[in-house]
C-alpha cells in the first residue's frame, strides 16, 4: 500500500492508485464503523487540531470523529471567534499553532489557496477540509466510496453534476476525482453558474437538465450556494427550481437504476425535491455521510504513518 | 568636464541602428557622436566601454515609490538606487501614494524629497482627481506648474464618464497629457486573475479580457470628444489592440504602454497561489502575451514600463484574494526586456525605442537619445552577460520580484545621469 503525500490538500496531486489505496483502506473503516467497538490505535497519542475559518457542523463532526475513533487528541478551534479577528495573518496563526506540535491539521478557509499557503509554514500533516472554491478533497473521495458501494465500480459510469458549478470545490474536486478514474463527466446548470472555459476540463456541459441527465448512472446535485450570490446569478430561486431543481420528472430521464447524492446541507425546494432526497431506494445521501467518516478515517492514518515515518529517529 | 566613450557599441533608438563608434560628453550634454575609431579628444578624459553597448538611459513611466505614506516599502533613496541599477535614468513616479499626489502642495514635497534623495531624474505625475476619487478634477494647471508630467488615477478608473468627460476636456485645453487605466471596473470586479481554464482550476475569481477592451473603447469615444491627448496605461490583451490600431489610424492623439511583466510572464505563471505573480491587471493567456509583443515590434504599443509597485511581505503572504496586486521591475526591467530580443522576437532598437525614445516623446522630456545636445543620460550594458536574479540582492526595500531564482541575461555595467556615473557594476 503505497500514499507518498505529506498533506492532503486536494484531488489534482493524486493519482488513480493514490485514491484506489484510500478507498480500499476507507471501506475496511466503513465496515469497522458499523460495529459495536468502532475504535482503534491508529492515531494514539497523535494531536489533530481542527481549524475551521470558515462556518462548518457536518464536517467538522466528521473530522471530530473520525479522529476520535482513531484515538487522536482532537481540539476544535473556531477561528472565526479567535485571533483572526485581533488582526493576527494566517500564517501567524499557523505558526503559533505549529509550535504546539500538533500531527494533523485539518484546515477550511474561505479563501482559494489558503490551506496550501498554510500548509507550506507547518511541519505537520495538512488535510484540506474545503478552500474556497478550490478544493474539497474528502468529500470528492466520500462520493467516490458510496458510489463505489452503490455501483460496484468507479470508472466507465456516467455521472452528471448540476447546479452551481462555479461556486462549488465539490464540483471542481468531483471532476478531476471522476475523471481520473476514467468516467464520463456531464455538467448541468445554468451558464452564469458555470466556470469559464470548463470544457477543456473533459466534461460535456448541458443548460438543458433533461439533455444532461439522459442515461447517467450518477446524479450529483450541489448546494445553491445562496451566501456567495450577490450579483444576480440566477433571476429567482423559483425559476431556479423549474428549470435545475431534481425532482421526479427530471429523474425519470437518468437510468432507472440510478442514484441520487448531494453533498448537504440541502435547500430543499431549490435545487432537489425533498421526498426525492428521502427516498431510499434512489438517494444515497445518508450513505454519503456514513462513508465521509470513513473516508476522513483512511486519510488521517495513511497521513500519520507518513508523518510517523519522517519523524527523526523514526525505523 | 569631458569624457570621451570609447571601445563601445552605440545603440541609437531614433536612428535605428547599432554600431561601434565614440561619444564625447561635455557639461553633462551629449557634445558629439565621433567615429569608432577616435581613442582620444584634447582635454577629455577617456572611459573605456570594453566593447559593451551605450544606449539613452531607460524612461520607465509609472514608477511607484511609496512617499509619502509608506516609505517602509520604497523610499526615493532606495528607488534611485534601484532604478540606477537598473540603467533606468529618468523614473516617471506614479500619484497613488497614501495621500495621494493631488495638489501642488503634495508635489513640491515629493520633489523635493526626490531631487535629495535619488541619484536619478525624478519626474511626478499628479492624480487626475482629488484623492484619485473619480469625483472632482485636481489643479491640473497648478500642478502642470509644479511640475506635473501626465495626470493620472493610475489603476484606479473614473466611472463617472462625465467627471472624466470634462477633466479631458480641461486637460486639453492646457496641453495636459492624462494617462488612464482602460477596464470596465464593473466586470473586472473582485477579479484576481484573468478568467480561463487556469482561474476555473485554481477556484480563483477572475474576470474576462473583454474588461480591457471594453474600458479602452469607451475611453477612445471620449478622446474622440474631446480631443484630449491620452496615454492607456497597459494594454496587455489582443483584443484590445485592433481598437488601439484604430483610434490611431484616425488621428486621436494617443499612445500605449504595456508592464514588463505582462510581456514576459503569463497566467499559468501564478501556478500554486504564487502572490508575487499577482499584478494588476492579471497576468494573461499565452496567446494574449505574444500579440502585445507582437504589438510591441510593430510600434502599436509605443511605451514598456516597470510598472515598479512594491508591496513588503506582509502585503504578499497572504491568501492570493487577499494579497496585494503589483511586482517591483526597476532593476529586472532590462534583462527581462532583453528576453524579448534574445526571444528573436524583436531587435534591440526596436526594444530601445519602446524603453527610452518614445517615453520621452510622449512626455515632451529632453532625453531618450542619442542626439549632440542631448542630456547624457545613459546606460552601459552587456546584453549576453547571463546570471541567476536572487532577489535578496536588489536594492529596493520591497523585493516582490516574479523574478527570483530565474535565469536572465543582460546585465547594466553602468548608468550615467547628465554625464555623471551614478552606478558602477563590480
Not at chain 1, 274 to 297: H, K, P, W, Y
Amino acid at each position: 500500500m503505497s500514499f507518498a503525500h505529506r498533506h492532503l490538500l486536494g484531488i489534482e496531486q493524486l493519482s488513480q492508485s493514490d485514491i484506489t489505496t484510500l478507498l480500499d483502506l476507507a471501506d475496511t473503516y466503513a465496515d469497522r464503523n458499523r460495529q459495536p467497538n468502532k475504535h482503534s490505535d491508529a492515531l494514539r497519542g497523535l494531536t489533530q487540531i481542527n481549524m475551521f475559518f470558515e462556518n462548518s457542523t457536518r464536517t467538522q463532526a466528521s473530522f471530530e470523529i473520525a479522529g476520535k475513533r482513531l484515538g487522536a487528541d482532537v481540539m476544535n478551534m473556531a477561528m472565526q471567534a479567535s485571533s483572526i479577528k485581533k488582526g493576527e495573518t494566517l500564517i501567524d496563526t499557523a505558526m503559533t499553532l505549529n509550535a504546539m506540535h500538533p500531527d494533523l491539521l485539518v484546515v477550511r478557509h474561505p479563501q482559494s489557496g489558503a490551506v496550501d499557503l498554510l500548509a507550506q509554514k507547518v511541519n505537520c500533516a495538512v488535510l484540506n477540509a474545503g478552500d474556497g472554491r478550490h478544493e474539497h478533497p474528502t468529500q470528492a473521495l466520500l462520493d467516490a466510496l458510496t458510489i463505489r458501494r452503490a455501483k460496484g465500480r468507479l470508472h466507465r459510469l456516467s455521472i452528471a453534476i448540476c447546479g452551481d458549478i462555479a461556486h462549488s470545490r465539490v464540483a471542481r474536486s468531483n471532476i478531476l476525482l471522476l475523471g481520473k478514474m476514467e468516467n464520463r463527466i456531464r455538467l448541468v446548470g445554468p451558464p452564469t453558474l458555470m466556470p469559464s472555459q470548463i470544457d477543456q476540463f473533459g466534461v460535456e456541459v448541458f443548460d438543458d437538465m433533461k439533455k444532461g441527465l439522459e442515461g447517467v448512472d450518477v446524479v450529483m446535485m450541489l448546494r445553491l450556494q445562496k451566501e456567495r450570490m450577490d450579483g444576480g446569478f440566477i433571476p429567482s430561486e423559483r425559476e431556479y427550481y423549474h428549470r435545475y431543481g431534481l425532482d421526479a420528472e427530471k429523474l425519470a430521464h437518468a437510468s432507472p437504476d440510478a442514484i441520487v447524492m448531494h453533498p448537504g446541507p440541502m435547500n430543499r425546494g431549490v435545487e432537489i425535491d425533498g421526498t426525492l432526497a428521502d427516498d431510499i431506494n434512489r438517494s444515497v445521501i445518508q450513505d454519503q455521510v456514513e462513508m465521509g467518516v470513513a473516508v476522513r478515517m483512511a486519510a488521517m492514518d495513511l497521513l500519520a504513518r507518513n508523518h510517523i515515518a519522517a519523524q527523526p529517529g523514526a525505523a | 568636464m569631458t569624457h570621451l566613450f570609447t571601445n563601445l557599441r552605440l545603440l541609437d533608438p531614433e536612428a535605428g541602428t547599432l554600431e561601434p563608434a565614440a561619444v564625447l560628453v561635455r557639461y553633462g550634454v551629449i557634445a558629439e557622436v565621433l567615429n569608432h575609431g577616435v581613442t582620444a579628444v584634447d582635454g577629455a578624459e577617456v572611459i573605456d566601454c570594453g566593447g559593451h553597448v551605450l544606449a539613452p538611459g531607460i524612461v520607465d513611466i509609472g514608477v511607484k515609490v511609496c512617499e509619502p505614506g509608506e516609505r517602509h516599502k520604497e523610499s526615493y533613496r532606495s528607488a534611485g538606487l534601484a532604478a540606477a541599477a537598473g540603467g533606468v535614468t529618468t523614473m516617471v513616479t506614479r500619484p497613488d501614494t497614501d495621500p495621494a499626489i493631488d495638489s501642488p502642495e503634495t508635489l513640491e514635497f515629493v520633489t523635493r524629497r526626490a531631487n535629495e534623495a535619488a541619484p536619478v531624474n525624478v519626474v511626478p505625475m499628479a492624480a487626475l482627481t482629488k484623492g484619485r476619487e473619480g469625483r472632482e478634477m485636481t489643479e491640473i494647471g497648478f500642478l502642470m506648474d509644479a511640475g506635473a508630467a501626465a495626470f493620472t488615477d493610475c489603476d484606479r478608473v473614473v466611472t463617472d464618464t462625465k467627471v472624466f468627460s470634462r477633466a479631458l476636456t480641461y486637460a486639453r485645453s492646457l496641453g495636459a497629457l492624462v494617462i488612464a487605466h482602460p477596464q470596465d471596473p464593473g466586470l473586472s470586479k473582485g477579479a484576481a486573475v484573468t478568467s480561463g481554464k487556469f482561474a476555473s482550476l485554481r477556484g480563483l475569481p477572475a474576470v474576462s479580457p473583454m474588461a480591457e477592451r471594453m474600458g479602452l473603447d469607451r475611453d477612445i469615444a471620449l478622446i474622440e470628444m474631446t480631443g484630449a491627448r491620452y496615454h492607456a496605461d497597459q494594454i496587455t490583451t489582443a483584443r484590445a489592440l485592433p481598437a488601439l490600431e484604430r483610434a490611431k489610424r484616425n488621428g486621436l492623439d494617443i499612445t500605449a504602454g504595456v508592464g514588463i511583466h505582462h510581456l514576459t510572464l503569463n497566467a499559468l505563471d501564478v501556478a500554486d497561489y504564487r502572490t508575487f505573480f499577482k499584478v494588476k491587471p492579471p497576468l494573461r493567456d499565452e496567446e494574449d502575451r505574444i500579440a502585445v509583443v507582437e504589438a510591441v515590434a510593430s510600434g502599436l504599443i509605443d511605451i514598456i514600463c516597470s510598472m515598479h509597485t512594491p508591496q513588503d511581505e506582509e502585503s504578499k503572504r497572504l491568501p492570493f484574494e487577499e494579497a496585494a496586486s503589483g511586482a517591483v521591475g526597476l532593476e529586472t526591467l532590462l534583462p527581462a526586456a532583453l528576453r524579448l530580443v534574445h526571444a528573436e522576437m524583436m531587435d534591440l532598437p526596436t526594444l530601445w525605442r519602446a524603453l527610452s525614445l518614445n517615453p520621452a516623446k510622449r512626455l515632451g522630456l529632453p532625453g531618450g537619445r542619442i542626439a549632440v545636445g542631448a542630456p547624457a543620460d545613459m546606460v552601459l550594458f552587456n546584453p549576453d552577460a547571463p546570471f541567476v536574479l536572487d532577489r535578496a540582492t536588489l536594492r529596493s526595500k520591497s523585493r516582490n520580484t516574479p523574478f527570483d531564482g530565474m535565469r536572465m541575461q543582460g546585465k547594466v555595467m553602468a548608468t550615467y545621469v547628465a554625464g555623471s556615473c551614478v552606478y558602477e557594476a563590480n
